[in-house]
């Protein structure tokens, strides 16, 4: 299985970004997917579920309100719009399973920053 996350990128606080991850080589629609992030001085953190059929997902509460999850099971992808983006949302953004993760993709970085 492989991801390609895409659509980072340096943001003022305020700002908005959405990304995109593509994922290949497996089932996608059978599996809950989800957005992670990390930062250097943290581990790996769960950001949003999306479930099989989109019919539900799941926020971290430091995001929620905030951070829409949606999935295109025909396209294989799970994409992240993240609105009101504050300084503290500054990490790599990756994408896997929610559970029982596939190798882990590059990531792709968000900065937000004055």
């Known amino acids: 299985a492989q991801f390609v996350e895409s659509g980072g990128g340096l943001v003022q606080p305020g700002g908005s970004l959405r990304l995109s991850c593509e994922g290949s080589g497996f089932d996608f629609f059978r599996y809950p997917m989800s957005w992670y992030r990390q930062t250097p001085v943290a581990e790996r953190e769960l950001v949003a579920t999306i479930y099989k059929l989109s019919s539900s997902a799941d926020y971290a509460a430091s995001v929620k309100g905030r951070f829409t999850i949606d999935r295109d099971n025909a396209k294989n992808t799970v994409s992240l719009q993240m609105d009101n983006l504050k300084p503290e949302d500054t990490a790599v953004y990756y994408c896997?399973?929610?559970?029982?993760?596939?190798?882990w993709g590059q990531g792709t970085q968000v900065t937000v920053s004055s």
């Open positions: 896997n399973t929610r559970w029982n993760h596939f190798d």
